[in-house]
């Protein structure tokens, strides 16, 4: 069965610290991983997307990993901030880059 | 700008009442999803659709119906066999993946509709 799991459910930080989140699953055939922030009340926005052959890629502060031997990959956040507070969603694709698996998210806040 | 919008954001419904949310997008995505959140759980698919005229039941269609008769708009409706409708509804779209193009899945904002 097609999953994602993500770890931790929850996380809590002070503003400034770094974390990490991780994603694992059992999509075959793999197509691509993304990751999504998505702020309380809002849609998700695209972060960061890798394929097969990427194994890492940054978008400022966030910095995503993929080991596609394992399946598994983490978002590591660097000088958190406060408004990095929200829900992260992994999500691995399939045939042609559809058949979108959604992982429960992370829901991370920030404290000051 | 190009993107997906949504409406309404807020929704209440009686129960016994048939609702449609709109979702428009100006990306020229040929496939558009439904997705509905509940707290703690991840996106469950409800329909998409990959083409004008066609679409496809997701894993929980029981309760909803869409339409696609144009490329930029999918409309779902939550009718009043939804057992449990209140929820917050994503509306998505994506191109085809190729050279050119990731078949990035882009979101709209999401409607939150409370029954009643």
């Known amino acids: 069965k097609n999953q994602v799991e993500q770890s931790p459910q929850s996380l809590i930080i002070l503003e400034g610290k770094n974390c990490t989140l991780q994603c694992n699953y059992t999509v075959s055939p793999f197509s691509n991983l993304r990751w999504y922030k998505q702020d309380t009340g809002r849609g998700p926005v695209s972060l960061t997307i890798m394929t097969f052959s990427e194994n890492t890629k940054s978008n400022g502060r966030y910095t995503a990993t993929l080991d596609a031997d394992t399946k598994q990959s983490s978002l590591h956040i660097t000088a958190s901030q406060l408004s990095d507070s929200a829900s992260y969603i992994c999500v691995v694709s399939g045939y042609y880059g559809q058949n979108f698996v959604f992982g429960p998210g992370t829901r991370l806040s920030v404290l000051p | 700008d190009g993107g997906i919008t949504q409406s309404p954001k807020y929704l209440f419904r009686k129960e016994g009442q048939n609702v449609t949310l709109s979702c428009e997008q100006n990306l020229n995505h040929d496939a558009m999803y439904w997705y509905r959140q509940d707290p703690g759980q991840g996106l469950r698919l409800i329909y998409y659709?990959?083409?004008?005229?066609?679409?496809q039941k997701g894993d929980i269609a029981e309760g909803y119906s869409v339409s696609r008769e144009k490329k930029e708009s999918f409309p779902l409706t939550v009718t009043s066999a939804q057992k449990n409708p209140t929820a917050f509804y994503l509306c998505?779209?994506?191109?085809?993946?190729?050279?050119?193009?990731?078949?990035?899945?882009?979101f709209g904002e999401g409607s939150r509709l409370t029954v009643l």
């Open positions: 659709s990959q083409i004008v005229n066609d679409f």
């Open positions: 998505a779209s994506s191109g085809r993946q190729g050279a050119e193009n990731t078949g990035e899945l882009f």
